[in-house]
């Protein structure tokens, strides 16, 4: 069974950092593309990041560049989001997410439930 | 980036075909994905490339893709399929991922 399971959500001040994790199981982790998307509480979802399957490639919303850095260890099969200097725009249920294929063009098969981060001082 | 426009909300009685829209400029030259988020759930892949049908996905679900606009067909709706329904694209300009504004769909 195909599973993503999100961790490292919470309530942090604005300004600060919090690191998300995806813990990926039920297929070989390391030959697909995965991805972070958010959405914000009573709004649509938005697409915050991608990875290759190798990770030599990575992609980001505009307005995340800078501040949030997405990683992979194939070898304990897990994603990461690193978030820094989080705003009250950040505020959203952060969902992982599997593409299909190694690459990020192609269509998203499999979602965690999400980890919800509130940022609020 | 590229922008994709959903109508917020849609509704039709059961037993009835629902038409979800998708417009873009020329996304009939891109891939369409559509994906179910029922309420406090996390999102379902039910069409992909335009029209393909995952695995165990109804046949009452279809897409369609030409010109400006994608669209999502459910045929015989049911109350189950209250949900919202979100398009998404490949935006290789930009290499990111776009998804539409959603389209919530009520069945009467």
């Not at chain 1, 098969?109 to 999400?114: F, K, N, Y």
Request: charged share 15%.
């Amino acid at each position: 069974q195909v599973q993503l399971v999100e961790s490292g959500g919470g309530v942090v001040q604005p300004g600060k950092s919090l690191k998300l994790s995806c813990a990926a199981s039920g297929f070989t982790f390391k030959d697909f593309a995965v991805h972070w998307v958010r959405q914000a509480p009573g709004k649509g979802l938005e697409w915050v990041a991608v990875i290759s399957f190798d990770g030599s490639k990575k992609h980001y919303l505009d307005s995340v560049k800078g501040r949030f850095s997405i990683s992979r260890d194939n070898s304990r099969n897990t994603l990461y989001l690193q978030m820094n200097n989080l705003t009250s725009e950040d505020t959203a249920m952060y969902h992982c997410a599997k593409s299909s294929h190694e690459v990020a063009a192609a269509d998203i098969d499999t979602w965690g439930q999400g980890t919800l981060v509130t940022v609020s001082s | 980036s590229f922008v994709l426009t959903q109508p917020p909300s849609v509704s039709v009685a059961p037993g009835q075909t629902a038409t979800i829209t998708c417009g873009g400029n020329n996304i009939g030259r891109k891939s369409v994905n559509w994906y179910q988020q029922e309420p406090g759930q996390a999102p379902v892949l039910v069409v992909y490339d335009d029209s393909d049908r995952p695995a165990g996905m109804p046949e009452r679900f279809s897409g369609s893709n030409s010109g400006n606009t994608a669209t999502l067909t459910i045929t015989r709706v049911e109350a189950g399929d209250e949900a919202d329904y979100y398009c998404q694209v490949w935006d290789s300009n930009g290499d990111l991922v776009v998804f539409g504004g959603g389209t919530k769909l009520t069945v009467l």
